[in-house]
């Protein structure tokens, strides 16, 4: 087998030597032989493809978490991963052209569709809640399987927009700050100890009635600050008095969505 310093297969691949290091520690393309003595690093010729496409994912801004799973799957699921990976993107950009409208806009006054606003009355209810420090790109890691478990059948529910589990944001989120993120499922009241029995790791707590102004925030801007623009300006506009810790109430899975389909609620307790 030929062997190649980590320089020359660095030049070969059309990478770093920096890059090579950091996909060896990720886990993605470990040395073929490493010196036990000096720690230096030895590729073999065969290892070039695979280093050109982590290297060209890496191009495509994919993170080394994504691209290991990309690179655990067999060829028809790895393109299609790739779909569904550069389709996210696609969504990205097109929120980043909104924001950046956006932004325009409140520099030169001009106008901006804003959503619909509305108001309905929760009343009383028990949550089953919990709460994490997170960063914005874990908030799917925590939030996924808590919606899978009690979006359905698991608890009992109030009917109608009073019994649809959410999330509810105590603080500004970014890629590099952690907020805390509240995970809150509405749970009939009768049945309040049975439940906090079966989830000893969740929290039980009543919330009273209140009023809450809500937009519906279509797929297509999911990932868009326009729903939180279009709720803050309204409340603003309204006089209301407000407890700005807005909650994301989830409708549908978005993966099984059109753009068009409203994925999400956005909604605000008035004070």
């Not at 006054?109 to 790109?137: C, F, H, Q, W």
């Not at 799917?140 to 359905?152: D, I, K, Y």
Request: charged share 30%; proline share 7%; with cysteine.
């Amino acid at each position: 087998m030929e062997l190649l310093s980590i320089g020359a297969f660095a030049r070969l691949a059309r990478l770093s030597p920096k890059a090579l290091r950091l996909y060896a520690d990720a886990g993605l393309l470990p040395p073929a032989r490493v010196d036990i003595d000096t720690g230096y690093r030895w590729y073999s010729v065969g290892q070039l493809p695979k280093a050109r496409y982590i290297g060209q994912l890496r191009r495509l801004d994919m993170p080394l978490a994504r691209i290991r799973e990309v690179l655990a799957r067999p060829g028809d699921e790895r393109v299609r991963a790739l779909a569904e990976y550069w389709e996210e993107r696609r969504r990205g950009f097109a929120a980043q052209q909104r924001l950046a409208d956006l932004l325009i806009a409140q520099v030169t006054g001009e106008k901006v569709a804003m959503y619909d606003v509305s108001v309905r009355t929760i009343p009383d209810r028990a949550l089953l809640s919990r709460t994490e420090n997170l960063t914005a790109d874990r908030i799917g890691e925590f939030a996924t399987p808590l919606f899978a478990l009690f979006g359905g059948p698991a608890v009992p529910r109030p009917e109608g927009a009073a019994g649809l589990p959410f999330l509810r944001y105590h603080g500004e989120l970014g890629p590099d700050d952690e907020g805390p993120v509240e995970f809150c499922c509405p749970i009939t009241e009768f049945d309040v100890d049975t439940v906090a029995r079966r989830f000893p790791d969740m929290l039980v707590r009543t919330e009273p009635a209140a009023r809450e102004a809500y937009v519906e925030v279509p797929k297509s801007d999911m990932t868009t600050a326009l729903g939180f623009e279009s709720l803050h300006r309204w409340l603003l506009d309204h006089d209301e008095r407000f407890d700005w810790r807005p909650r994301q109430i989830f409708l549908r899975d978005p993966a099984r969505a059109e753009d068009s389909d409203t994925i999400y609620e956005l909604a605000v307790r008035l004070l």
